[in-house]
């Protein structure tokens, strides 16, 4: 979940 | 999502938007530095490679191909529009700026969270977004004058990473196990980048006189 949300920004 | 993050990502575009619009309208990219305008479309282009891998939200990706879209179209501007090429300052833009990219290369290949191929390049744009400005502000400090659009541009460019800190703090207190130290790191070494060009810019705005930075 986290490493999902790592790459989540621009 | 949250409001920091939207305001930075709303500032990035309205940089990117203003830049556009100036080269576009008035076919001058005066006092524009080229370089910079290469880094960016550099780090937009090794950021944004998940776009076709992985896909987060319409706006995130739609935001991506606006970024990569706008980067990409100032480097043809600048390089190959025969009216606005002319108008680039090229004797003075001269910063070295492939100085700036091995190093940063280098440093992701050490410094990263996974040593996979998308991920050392997305660090890799991380540490070079972070001095892609310094080409653009050695140019404006030598052509010392500076038109307002310019000036907005990297107004509005610097405030979108300071948005992001707000952003980094509120999803660290917000979300558990939000922690990416090297993206803060990065992002800081950015905002504190244009420490002195917000100062600057700021002087003008207050004493409602022309910007001029410091020789």
């Known amino acids: 979940e986290t490493d999902q949300n790592a790459h989540d920004e621009l | ?215």
């Open chain 2, 1 to 215: 999502m949250n409001i920091f993050r939207l305001a930075g990502d709303m500032t990035h575009l309205a940089s990117v938007l203003v830049l556009l619009l100036k080269i576009h309208t008035i076919k001058s990219c005066a006092g524009v530095s080229l370089k910079t305008q290469e880094l960016y479309a550099i780090v937009f282009a090794t950021r944004y490679l998940d776009i076709f891998t992985s896909f987060y939200s319409i706006y995130n990706t739609l935001m991506k191909l606006i970024f990569l879209g706008s980067s990409f179209s100032i480097v043809w501007y600048m390089r190959y529009h025969k009216t606005v090429r002319r108008t680039y300052d090229r004797e003075q833009d001269t910063f070295r700026h492939w100085f700036l990219v091995l190093p940063c290369l280098l440093l992701a290949l050490l410094i990263h969270e996974k040593f996979t191929f998308l991920e050392v390049l997305w660090t890799f744009s991380l540490y070079l977004e972070a001095v892609a400005i310094l080409p653009q502000l050695v140019l404006l400090q030598r052509t010392r004058n500076i038109d307002n659009l310019t000036g907005q541009y990297v107004f509005l460019l610097g405030g979108y990473r300071g948005f992001y800190i707000l952003n980094w703090i509120y999803r660290y207190l917000t979300e558990p196990h939000f922690v990416h130290w090297i993206t803060w790191i990065a992002g800081l070494v950015q905002t504190l980048l244009y420490a002195d060009f917000f100062y600057y810019y700021f002087q003008s705005w207050k004493n409602n006189k022309k910007l001029q930075l410091p020789a």
